[in-house]
């Protein structure tokens, strides 16, 4: 059984930085970070896989957050940085067997939500 432990978050200023951790125990291939705002969908975020490190980004945090793993610790982190007030949302860890992918929906193990609130 593969279970997946959140945290980090909170409310920041705009421009701040963050770090989101998520701990897994239990055998899987990748792992993704999902964000869902309030009245909207629950949208891929970034994402790696485990063993080759090869990671995936959305294209509106490009550049502003970095997505590692640490393959001891068995803990993936998102390292978000110049935050804005649209990256406000409840923020999700997934994982799955095998690569990455976009679709939440393709990741049977999700952790609890953190949130992360940016203020202008």
């Known amino acids: 059984q593969v279970q997946l432990v959140v945290s980090g978050g909170g409310l920041v200023q705009t421009g701040a930085s963050l770090r989101l951790s998520c701990a897994a125990s239990?055998?899987?291939?990748?792992m993704g970070w999902f964000r869902q705002a309030l009245g909207k969908a629950r949208e891929f975020v970034a994402a790696?896989?485990?063993?080759?490190?090869?990671?995936a980004y959305t294209d509106s945090v490009k550049g502003r957050f970095t997505i590692s793993r640490d393959n001891a610790k068995n803990t993936m982190y998102l390292q978000m940085t110049t935050l804005k007030p649209e990256d406000s949302a409840v923020y999700y860890c997934?994982?799955?067997?095998?690569?990455?992918?976009?679709?939440?929906?393709?990741?049977?193990?999700w952790g609890q939500g953190t949130q992360v609130t940016v203020s202008s």
């Open positions: 790696i896989t485990l063993s080759s490190g090869n990671t």
């Open positions: 239990g055998r899987i291939g990748s």
């Open positions: 997934a994982a799955r067997p095998g690569y990455w992918m976009t679709s939440p929906g393709l990741y049977p193990y």
